[in-house]
């Protein structure tokens, strides 16, 4: 499973945010996992469509209604085709493969256990499905087997035109296609993950993915088309007259009218998704989803059609210890269990609906339901409880766990006494026939029920009586008080009735809708939730209705139910949109500056002023540039300037030398845009080396490159002049004046290659004796002269490397400042006997020293590993074969918390090869963490086919300097390319 595929199913889980202006605080919204979702949809004809999704679930429609279908698995289905209404195949999770013969569906084995996501086919006995990982199945009308895909990223989504002519797609922009006898990938214009295929004919293929990507075939090559969106699109069909239709996330709906894409209804960011769609033409399309939710389209308009879904779940009643631990109870025995981050269903071992629930401490919670339903949870497994009563049970509430009450249908009321199960005992007198929906009380001699005809009870720990006031007609549905002179009931049309120790009085909200539920965290913070999605708060003055959004039908949730957990606040109920249990979760103001954390601009420090100067959406408080709108931090190069990277290497333009070559940050040798290569590995650069390829030359010298100076001559011995001997040390006549050789063992004191300077010339090139320390020879009025010495009289001249060599300086110093140099990180200087003497470095191995602190900075390395997926043990990469280069996101999992930021860290790699020609960072996508794995940082890379096999490294370092307690932490990370 891919980085993308957690997207999704996290947006599943987690998706709608409401917001509210009272106390500050926040309501969120809760999906239970109890939803339908339908994840494709396919048909033979406008009568004969199925739509498949998570739990196994089928449903199909005869062309007037929806019906649920058996499909003998509870697999994850993802993807569905068939040749006809009695040859259909759906694949999904773990390998799924189930096919319908037209009256029955059946497993089909093939040998996998990986993730199918998409299947079509050419014939019967010509079928193939796609998954994860490039897995290819082929069904030839047997048995299915596993095909190359020439892919190793997830494939999402298939069709062809033909048996000879089929396209598959999938991650990283990956396109493959099938000739009829092999698979091969295809150039794409984009490395995003795109998620379904669809077309009308051979040349008019589309393919959609993520951010409103959609891609066009011609039937030679593939081009990037405008859609209109950003939104994540998952599923497209082709109609056969060349008009389309794509769906996505947050209810998007595309048509392509055969010239341009525009919307088919307007997207909706608090609606689900849509991730599949078909149709028999442009006026007869479905489209399904998130929720349960199918929707079809006439030629004119969208309309849903309901399906009548038979796990559908109403929450009715929440109640938690604290905030970490808090319990939902609802229709057919579901209890949900919220740890602080997420709900997760319980067994709990009955079908029977549960209207109430009350937690008396973490491993002591009950719960009460139909047919006098009674569970008890001790930590670990929920178990009935016995007593004697058939009646519906709608509340229960405790002093203790030993002094439990319940209420129900026909005046039942029971107590627990914690002496056994099965003491459950009738605690009201007979005579009491009416509906009591709810029971609460502060003390074992201070509890209150409610119900039916305006019914008040008190029970003062001996007796059950009724209180009197003047609302005798309502149907009173919850009680809540936060002391004893501070109650609160709610019923029918709007009922808001207040005790204040000696009076009961009717509160007017403004509402005539039914209240189900009130709950609070004090008296002056009071929730009461209603039937036609309602929620009002009381601040202890005034009622006040609380900005909840409608949902994308125009519906509301209905809540029957809430509850207090430490300080938060959670209404229950059922979705109307979708039919899936809702729960509402209040949160408030972290930092108690009377701000909504979702409307704060620095939600955890304290600023009511919400001062934000640069206007860039984050409070002065909390950003550290509040002067510049373009950063929050300083990161390397300060607020004011751009950490702008021109270049793509890592290094920021404000700290690199050569903003504009990938390759250098310090011109060095040679200068930006040149490489300081040294191929004899001499020590100089190829740029200033007369001769690159010979490590013992600069120069070519008289006899050039690659040959010794001593190898080209041949001066064997001066030769004699007029009259004299021409062997020996001497002879008559005056001896030669010039060396025509080598002058090995010459008593004269020339150099075997200097030239006299006494004949005539016509260039300076005529006199030069090719020696630096001799300086430079000249030819003046046709004759040679010598030069002068490059060198100063207290200066080594070496001809060798042609510099001149300054002295050793000779330090004198009277104490230590005379020998400062200023540079702190090389360490103190100091004084002794007169002579300056270097200091020691101040920092230890884990440290690194910074000149513009002054002070040494400790080096955090943290452990790490590399994997493309999140849960993969080791990182599959591989370099491609059709393309020049494959872009990928690498993600780096970190074992110990960390803390990247993208604008303050700097990413390199390194490796076997040439990293010029191996593995770059893909400048196009940013260095990011995801929100829902924090502990994982996303690096986009991309592979050069030459790049060398074996193993490379990805460095990140992020610099904390700017932190009260500065240091600097390296992340460090080996992946293998095959």
Not at 199 to 221: E, K, P, Q, R
């Amino acid at each position: 499973m891919n980085r993308q595929i957690f997207k999704i199913i996290f947006y599943f889980i987690i998706t709608i945010f409401f917001i509210c202006n009272a106390n500050g605080g926040e309501w969120q919204d809760h999906a239970t996992p109890q939803t339908a979702w339908f994840m494709d949809i396919w048909g033979s004809s406008a009568s004969d469509v199925f739509t498949v999704g998570i739990e196994g679930r089928i449903v199909h429609y005869n062309g007037s209604s929806w019906s649920a279908m058996q499909s003998g698995t509870s697999e994850y289905l993802y993807g569905i085709w068939g040749l006809s209404g009695s040859d259909v195949f759906a694949v999904g999770r773990n390998g799924t493969i189930v096919h319908y013969n037209g009256s029955v569906w059946s497993g089909m084995a093939n040998g996998h256990n990986r993730d199918l996501r998409g299947v079509w086919g050419g014939a019967a006995n010509n079928v193939f499905a796609v998954g994860v990982d490039g897995l290819m199945l082929h069904y030839n009308g047997i048995e299915w087997l596993e095909v190359p895909s020439s892919t190793i990223y997830s494939l999402w989504g298939i069709w062809g035109s033909s048996a000879a002519d089929i396209f598959a797609v999938g991650d990283f922009g990956t396109i493959v296609h099938y000739d009829g006898s092999t698979w091969s990938e295809m150039a794409s214009p984009v490395n995003r993950h795109l998620r379904a295929v669809w077309g009308s004919s051979a040349t008019n293929v589309f393919a959609v993915g993520l951010d409103g990507i959609i891609l066009h075939y011609d039937g030679t090559t593939w081009t990037q088309m405008n859609s209109g969106t950003t939104e994540w699109l998952y599923d497209i069909w082709v109609a056969p007259d060349g008009r389309a239709c794509a769906v996505g996330f947050h209810h998007v709906i595309l048509f392509f009218d055969g010239q341009d894409w525009s919307e088919s209804i307007p997207i909706d960011p608090d609606n689900p998704g849509l991730y599949g769609v078909w149709g028999t033409s442009a006026s007869d399309v479905f489209a399904a989803g998130l929720h349960g939710m199918i929707k079809h389209f006439n030629g004119s308009s969208w309309t849903e059609t309901p399906w009548p879904d038979d796990t559908v779940i109403w929450l009715m009643d929440a109640s938690g210890s604290s905030a970490t631990d808090v319990f939902a109870v609802g229709y057919r025995g579901t209890i949900q269990h919220y740890d602080g981050s997420s709900w997760t269903e319980m067994v709990s071992n009955t079908s029977r609906h549960l209207y109430g629930v009350w937690s008396a401490a973490e491993n002591d919670v009950f719960a009460v339901g139909k047919s006098g339903s009674v569970l008890r949870y001790n930590g670990s497994t929920w178990s009935p409880m016995v007593n004697n009563k058939t009646n519906i049970l709608y509340s229960v509430w405790g002093s203790s766990a030993t002094n439990v009450f319940a209420a129900g249908d026909n005046g039942t009321i029971l107590h627990y006494d914690g002496n056994g199960e099965e003491n459950w005992v009738q605690s009201l007198p007979d005579g009491i026939t009416v509906q009591l929906r709810s029971i609460w009380g502060r003390s074992a001699t201070d509890v209150y029920a409610v119900g039916e005809g305006g019914t008040v009870l008190h029970f003062d720990g001996y007796e059950w009586t009724a209180v009197q006031h003047n609302l005798s007609t309502s149907l009173f549905n919850s009680i809540w008080g936060s002391s004893g002179s501070d109650i609160f009931i709610v019923g029918s049309a709007g009922t808001v009735l207040h005790y204040d120790g000696s009076t009961w009085s009717q509160m007017d909200i403004n509402v005539n809708n039914t209240l189900y539920a009130v709950c609070g965290r004090s008296s002056e913070d009071v929730f009461v939730f209603g039937l036609a999605g309602n929620i009002y708060h009381y601040d202890g003055y005034d009622w006040s209705e609380m900005q909840v959004a409608d949902l994308p039908d125009g519906t509301r949730n209905w809540f029957y139910g809430c509850g207090t957990a430490g300080n938060e606040v959670f209404g229950v109920g059922v979705h109307r949109f979708g039919n899936i249990g809702s729960i509402m979760q209040h949160t408030g103001d972290s930092d108690n500056d009377t701000i909504s954390d979702s409307s704060d601009n620095c939600p955890d420090i304290y600023n009511p002023d919400q001062n934000d100067t640069d206007a860039d959406g984050l409070g002065d408080a909390c950003d550290g540039c509040p002067l510049d709108i373009d950063k929050v931090e300083a990161g390397h190069c300060g607020c004011g300037i751009s950490d702008n990277d021109t270049d793509t290497d890592g290094t920021p333009d404000c700290i690199d030398s050569c903003p504009d070559d990938p390759e250098k940050i310090d011109p060095g040798f040679c200068g930006c845009g040149i490489s300081d290569n040294d191929t004899d590995t001499d020590g100089t650069p190829d740029c200033i080396d007369g001769c690159p390829d010979d490590p013992d030359k600069l120069e070519p010298g008289t006899c050039g490159c690659g040959v010794g100076e001593s190898e080209c001559t041949s001066d064997t011995g001066d030769t004699g002049g007029s009259g004299g001997s021409s062997g020996g040390g001497g002879g008559g006549g005056s001896s030669g004046s010039a060396d025509s050789g080598n002058d090995e063992g010459d008593s004269d004191t020339k150099t075997p290659t200097e030239t006299d300077l006494d004949h005539e010339c016509t260039t300076d090139s005529d006199c030069d004796d090719m020696l630096f320390c001799n300086g430079t020879e000249l030819c003046i009025d046709g004759m040679c002269v010598k030069g002068s010495p490059p060198c100063e009289s207290d200066e080594i001249c070496d001809d060798e490397n042609f510099m001149c060599i300054p002295p050793a300086p000779v330090s004198s110093c009277i104490d230590k400042n005379d020998c400062d140099d200023g540079i702190f990180c090389n360490g103190a200087e100091s004084c002794i006997d007169g002579e300056c003497i270097a200091g020691e470095l101040p920092c230890v191995s884990d440290q690194t020293c910074s000149e513009s602190l002054g002070e040494c900075i400790d080096v955090v390395t943290l452990a790490a590993s590399t994997a493309l997926h999140p849960y993969a043990d080791e990182i599959k990469i591989q370099k491609p074969v059709l393309r020049n280069s494959r872009c990928l996101e690498l993600g780096v999992k970190l074992e110990s918390e960390h803390n990247f930021k993208s604008a303050t860290s700097i990413v390199t790699i390194s490796g076997p090869g040439n990293i010029s020609n191996g593995v770059k960072i893909n400048s196009f996508d940013a260095i990011s963490t995801g929100s829902y794995y924090e502990s994982i940082i996303w690096i986009p890379l991309c592979i050069h086919k030459y790049a060398t096999s074996g193993q490379w490294t990805v460095k990140i370092e992020t610099d904390m300097t700017h932190a009260d307690a500065p240091f600097i932490e390296i992340i460090e990370a080996q992946f293998k390319i095959k």
